[in-house]
């Protein structure tokens, strides 16, 4: 991105809310902080499941099906509010080493669930009763799990560099 399009994020009246308002940036990261926890808690018990440590008396896929509308909810929560954060602070945001690594990471937790769907997913009626998947689908349940938490990390992280003094 170029800092002309950073510096106009930022002078949008939606940064300038999150920025200059009494309660726009609190809330703001309230919803955020919310979003994660609730996909990231719910998709956690799909984790666990898929690496056969929890709920094992359910299919995988009565898991999946029955939280998805849950961690859907909470990732359009997550989303939302990370770019509306984003738009308030790009240029500080966009140069954060963290930034770049949560961005990485949430990028490779996407492409793990893709190809989970699509290697795993579909022969999921082979394996979805067994009390202990396949090796793949548990690598691909500790993938997720292993990378939201880089994702946890690094925005925590943000939050203690972005603002500091030089």
Do not use: C
């Not at 940064?15 to 955020?32: D, K, L, P, R």
């Not at 609730?38 to 666990?48: A, F, I, K, Q, Y």
């Not at 190809?115 to 689908?137: E, I, K, M, Q």
């Amino acid at each position: 991105m170029t800092p002309t399009i950073l510096e106009w994020l930022e002078g949008t009246a939606l940064a300038t809310v999150i920025q200059e308002s009494a309660y726009g940036f609190s809330v703001v990261v309230a919803i955020h902080i919310l979003g994660l926890t609730l996909s990231v808690g719910m998709l956690l018990w799909v984790d666990l499941r898929m690496l056969g440590l929890s709920l094992r008396h359910l299919r995988v896929s009565e898991v999946y099906r029955a939280l998805a509308p849950w961690f859907g909810a909470g990732f359009v929560m997550m989303f939302g509010s990370g770019a509306a954060l984003f738009t308030a602070y790009a240029t500080s945001a966009y140069a954060n080493l963290f930034f770049r690594i949560k961005m990485l990471t949430l990028l490779l937790a996407a492409l793990n669930a893709v190809v989970f769907h699509f290697l795993n997913g579909r022969r999921s009626a082979t394996w979805d009763t067994a009390l202990r998947p396949p090796v793949a689908v548990r690598l691909a349940g500790l993938a997720s799990l292993l990378l939201w938490v880089v994702v946890i990390v690094a925005g925590r992280m943000m939050s203690y560099t972005m603002f500091s003094a030089p």
